[in-house]
């Protein structure tokens, strides 16, 4: 089982990253997934989920109206589309797959900074 986070770097205020999230080794369209973000001497957090069916999706206040998860179940890829970037968001982006066994990737850097 993997799962490989890619598209992290470093980005000015109000600029655009577009995170993905690569599965393997597991039925992908059956697990809900999620990306998470940790921030230096800070808890990991939940940023956006989105069901393994439907469009269903949630995201947390802090990302709400700003970014967009969204997946293909074709590719065993999940996306999290992040526009109008803060510096509040640099963190570690962590994407997670839970249907009752839980599996981690091993995160992607995203700097917000000037």
């Known amino acids: 089982v993997q799962l490989v986070e890619s598209g992290g770097g470093l980005v000015q205020p109000g600029g655009s990253l577009r995170l993905s999230c690569v599965g393997s080794?597991?039925?992908?369209?059956?697990?809900?997934m999620t990306w998470y973000r940790q921030a230096p001497g800070k808890e990991r957090e939940l940023v956006a989920r989105?069901?393994?069916?439907?469009?269903?999706?949630r995201y947390s206040d802090a990302v709400k109206g700003r970014f967009t998860i969204s997946r293909d179940n074709a590719k065993n890829t999940v996306y999290l589309q992040m526009d109008s970037l803060k510096p509040e968001d640099t963190a570690v982006y962590y994407c997670?797959?839970?249907?009752?066994?839980?599996?981690w990737g091993q995160g992607t850097q995203v700097t917000v900074s000037s």
């Open positions: 997670n797959a839970l249907y009752g066994l839980d599996y």
């Open positions: 080794g597991f039925t992908f369209s059956r697990y809900v």
């Open positions: 989105i069901l393994s069916i439907g469009p269903h999706t």
